[in-house]
Protein backbone atom coordinates (compact mmCIF):
# COMPACT_ATOMS: atom_id res chain seq x y z
CA UNK A 1 0.00 0.00 0.00
CA UNK A 2 1.22 3.52 -0.43
CA UNK A 3 0.73 6.27 1.63
CA UNK A 4 0.93 9.93 0.93
CA UNK A 5 0.44 12.03 4.38
CA UNK A 6 -0.24 15.45 4.06
CA UNK A 7 -1.66 18.34 6.64
CA UNK A 8 1.50 19.73 8.47
CA UNK A 9 2.28 23.73 9.13
CA UNK A 10 3.38 25.95 11.23
CA UNK A 11 1.09 26.55 14.81
CA UNK A 12 1.24 28.20 18.08
CA UNK A 13 1.47 26.13 21.06
CA UNK A 14 -2.50 25.78 22.31
CA UNK A 15 -3.46 25.59 18.41
CA UNK A 16 -4.32 22.66 16.03
CA UNK A 17 -3.82 20.67 13.07
CA UNK A 18 -5.67 17.65 11.60
CA UNK A 19 -3.10 15.36 9.70
CA UNK A 20 -4.32 13.27 6.60
CA UNK A 21 -3.00 10.17 5.35
CA UNK A 22 -4.34 8.88 2.05
CA UNK A 23 -3.84 5.00 1.29
CA UNK A 24 -4.32 3.76 -2.51
CA UNK A 25 -2.97 0.12 -3.71
CA UNK A 26 -4.51 -2.35 -1.66
CA UNK A 27 -7.82 -2.93 0.12
CA UNK A 28 -7.30 0.14 2.99
CA UNK A 29 -9.79 -1.75 5.55
CA UNK A 30 -7.25 -4.90 5.52
CA UNK A 31 -4.75 -2.74 7.27
CA UNK A 32 -4.30 -0.72 10.56
CA UNK A 33 -3.62 2.41 9.96
CA UNK A 34 -0.99 4.41 12.62
CA UNK A 35 1.02 7.47 13.22
CA UNK A 36 4.11 8.16 14.33
CA UNK A 37 6.74 11.32 14.63
CA UNK A 38 10.27 11.96 14.69
CA UNK A 39 12.09 15.25 16.55
CA UNK A 40 15.33 16.16 15.00
CA UNK A 41 18.14 13.36 16.28
CA UNK A 42 15.67 11.64 17.76
CA UNK A 43 14.28 8.40 16.99
CA UNK A 44 10.79 8.09 15.64
CA UNK A 45 7.84 7.46 18.38
CA UNK A 46 4.79 6.14 18.08
CA UNK A 47 1.76 8.16 18.54
CA UNK A 48 -1.63 6.67 17.86
CA UNK A 49 -2.91 3.56 15.57
CA UNK A 50 -6.55 2.06 15.26
CA UNK A 51 -7.86 -0.86 13.76
CA UNK A 52 -9.56 -0.55 10.49
CA UNK A 53 -13.06 -0.58 11.88
CA UNK A 54 -11.97 2.13 15.05
CA UNK A 55 -12.72 -0.93 17.56
CA UNK A 56 -9.09 -1.29 18.67
CA UNK A 57 -7.17 2.45 18.96
CA UNK A 58 -3.87 2.71 20.56
CA UNK A 59 -2.44 6.34 21.87
CA UNK A 60 0.77 6.86 23.46
CA UNK A 61 1.08 8.72 26.72
CA UNK A 62 2.14 11.74 25.85
CA UNK A 63 -0.52 12.35 22.88
CA UNK A 64 -3.93 11.01 25.28
CA UNK A 65 -6.67 13.09 25.24
CA UNK A 66 -5.28 15.91 22.77
CA UNK A 67 -4.76 13.59 19.97
CA UNK A 68 -7.82 11.96 18.08
CA UNK A 69 -6.48 9.02 15.34
CA UNK A 70 -10.02 8.27 12.70
CA UNK A 71 -10.09 7.22 9.38
CA UNK A 72 -12.62 7.34 6.76
CA UNK A 73 -12.69 3.99 4.97
CA UNK A 74 -14.61 5.12 1.90
CA UNK A 75 -12.38 7.60 1.43
CA UNK A 76 -9.08 6.00 2.01
CA UNK A 77 -8.04 8.25 4.45
CA UNK A 78 -6.62 8.27 7.78
CA UNK A 79 -6.57 11.42 10.07
CA UNK A 80 -4.83 12.75 13.27
CA UNK A 81 -6.21 15.55 14.96
CA UNK A 82 -4.12 17.24 17.25
CA UNK A 83 -5.31 19.68 19.79
CA UNK A 84 -3.58 21.87 22.41
CA UNK A 85 -0.64 21.36 20.44
CA UNK A 86 2.88 22.23 22.44
CA UNK A 87 6.05 22.91 21.00
CA UNK A 88 7.37 19.32 22.32
CA UNK A 89 5.31 18.10 19.81
CA UNK A 90 7.11 19.46 16.95
CA UNK A 91 8.67 17.18 14.08
CA UNK A 92 8.15 15.14 10.86
CA UNK A 93 4.71 13.00 11.71
CA UNK A 94 4.75 9.61 9.57
CA UNK A 95 1.61 7.29 8.91
CA UNK A 96 1.80 4.03 8.35
CA UNK A 97 -0.17 0.92 7.42
CA UNK A 98 0.23 -3.11 8.21
CA UNK A 99 -2.28 -5.49 7.58
CA UNK A 100 -2.90 -6.85 11.10
CA UNK A 101 -5.89 -7.72 13.56
CA UNK A 102 -3.67 -6.14 16.19
CA UNK A 103 -2.50 -2.49 17.11
CA UNK A 104 1.24 -2.59 16.70
CA UNK A 105 2.98 0.52 18.28
CA UNK A 106 6.57 -0.01 17.60
CA UNK A 107 7.95 0.87 14.07
CA UNK A 108 9.07 -2.21 13.79
CA UNK A 109 5.06 -3.25 13.46
CA UNK A 110 4.52 -1.72 10.34
CA UNK A 111 5.69 -2.03 6.92
CA UNK A 112 4.10 0.58 5.34
CA UNK A 113 5.36 4.17 5.45
CA UNK A 114 4.55 8.16 4.49
CA UNK A 115 6.77 10.36 3.14
CA UNK A 116 6.13 12.66 6.15
CA UNK A 117 4.54 16.07 7.05
CA UNK A 118 6.24 18.59 9.03
CA UNK A 119 4.77 19.90 12.00
CA UNK A 120 6.22 22.65 13.93
CA UNK A 121 4.26 24.59 17.08
CA UNK A 122 6.09 27.40 18.52
CA UNK A 123 6.22 28.42 21.53
Known amino acids: VQLQASGGGLVQAGGSLRLSCTAS????????MGWFRQAPGKERDFVAA????????RYADSTKGRFTISRDNAKNTAYLLMNSLKPEDTGVYYC?????????????????WGQGTQVTVSS
Open 96 to 112: AAEASRVVPTTKTGFGS
Open 25 to 32: GRTFTSYV
Open 50 to 57: MTWNGGST
